[in-house]
């Protein structure tokens, strides 16, 4: 296994050579792109050179033990060749994870996406539950959030919202969050106290530069009108509204929650480019996510991926089969239990998938 990880080694001193070298340090954009790629393969370094150190000592171990020694320090050098021999099936399939393909997205922040769906104004009471789950979560992460565009009830529930978190890896950590949430419970409304089933939809979308997605201006129909809402901050007198019309795909975007027809028009355009990007990546996958047998992953927003429910306090995820009774725990943004569950489960699958391959 050893031989193949070399030359990871060997690129990654290239890299650190080459951020040494004047005319990389004064070319920023190469700077910038080398920068990323050294610390994107940090982790996997540091685990070679860890892999590397616990095969020398093997090594050394029985090279010592090949020759004559006094028992008490052969009892000693066994020993540690017993600790070293059983630290490297741990050490190997680490290595076997991080040598998986990156997503290319983790890196970067989100645009989240939450309908209600069925269920009326009870969905749309559990879409703000959720809305407030995942800027509770991105707070404690130190993420930041920003409002795209909402649309709220009277009796203080979301019809649908749009919202950016930035943050290192949020894509990493939320991916997995795409699809249909089921709740159950008994309204504030119901005197009878039966259980009401109801569904919200969430998207998340990778945060994507310029760069990344051309988009022609003649293809954009631009439309201002005045923003609307339940009252409070989210409406104004001004037509400072945006909705965009991407012309060749029907894609519309919505931006109200500015004051600034500008700041809203910039925040819509980061939206549609994320669609878009969405979009092209799903046709490349679609043949792909098809033959998975496992849905996480595959960002299918019509798939029941969680149920939320109330009465008996718990969190169930249908894709992995994990249950946790930490409803209230979970709702103010202690994802991090179910999030790695997901991440673990995602990694296995693909490791399982090379191995086939």
């Given at each position: 296994m050893l031989d193949k990880l070399y030359p990871i080694l060997e690129h990654y001193n290239e890299i650190s050579e080459k951020l040494n070298d004047i005319e990389i340090v004064s070319d920023q954009n190469k700077l910038k792109a080398l920068m990323k790629e050294q610390k994107s393969l940090t982790p996997l370094v540091e685990k070679i050179n860890e892999y590397k150190s616990v095969l020398d000592g093997i090594s050394e171990a029985r090279e010592l033990l090949s020759g004559k020694l006094d028992p008490d320090f052969k009892e000693m050098v066994q020993e540690e060749l017993s600790e070293l021999s059983e630290r490297?099936?741990?050490?190997?399939?680490?290595?076997?994870?991080?040598?998986?393909?990156?997503d290319p997205n983790d890196d970067k922040?989100?645009?989240?996406?939450?309908?209600?769906?069925a269920g009326g104004e009870e969905a749309a009471l559990f879409a703000y539950n959720l809305y407030r789950m995942y800027t509770m979560y991105a707070e404690a992460k130190h993420w930041k959030t920003e409002i795209i565009n909402i649309n709220e009830t009277e009796l203080g529930g979301i019809k649908e919202v749009s919202f950016?978190?930035?943050?290192?890896?949020?894509?990493?950590?939320?991916?997995?969050?795409?699809?249909?949430?089921?709740?159950?419970?008994?309204p504030e409304t119901e005197s009878s106290g039966r259980i009401h089933t109801s569904t919200v939809t969430v998207a998340v979308l990778p945060?994507?530069?310029d760069v990344e997605v051309e988009i022609n201006p003649s293809d954009l129909q631009i439309d201002t009108f005045r923003a609307s809402g339940a009252g409070g901050q989210h409406v104004n007198k001004t037509e400072s509204a945006i909705r965009i019309t991407h012309l060749p795909t029907g894609i519309v975007?919505?931006?109200?929650?500015?004051?600034?027809?500008?700041?809203?028009?910039?925040k819509a355009m980061k939206v549609?480019?994320?669609?878009?990007?969405?979009?092209?990546?799903?046709?490349q996958t679609d043949a792909i996510a098809k033959e998975r047998k496992s849905q996480v992953g595959t960002g299918d927003r019509s798939e029941?991926?969680?149920t939320y429910n109330y009465p008996q306090g718990r969190i169930s995820d249908h894709r992995i089969g994990l249950t946790?009774?930490?409803?209230?725990?979970?709702?103010?943004?202690?994802?991090?239990?179910?999030i790695d569950a997901l991440i673990t489960n995602d990694q296995a699958e693909k490791l399982n998938q090379s191995t086939q391959g």
């Open positions: 490297v099936p741990a050490i190997e399939e680490e290595l076997k994870i991080l040598l998986l393909p990156k922040g989100v645009i989240i996406e939450i309908r209600g769906g950016m978190i930035d943050g290192a890896g949020a894509y990493s950590r939320l991916k997995f969050e795409s699809g249909v949430h089921r709740v159950q419970r008994v945060e994507v530069e975007v919505e931006c109200q929650d500015e004051r600034s027809q500008h700041k809203n028009r910039d549609l480019r994320s669609k878009l990007y969405e979009a092209s990546l799903a046709e029941r991926i969680r946790l009774y930490k409803l209230e725990a979970f709702l103010n943004g202690a994802l991090d239990e179910m």
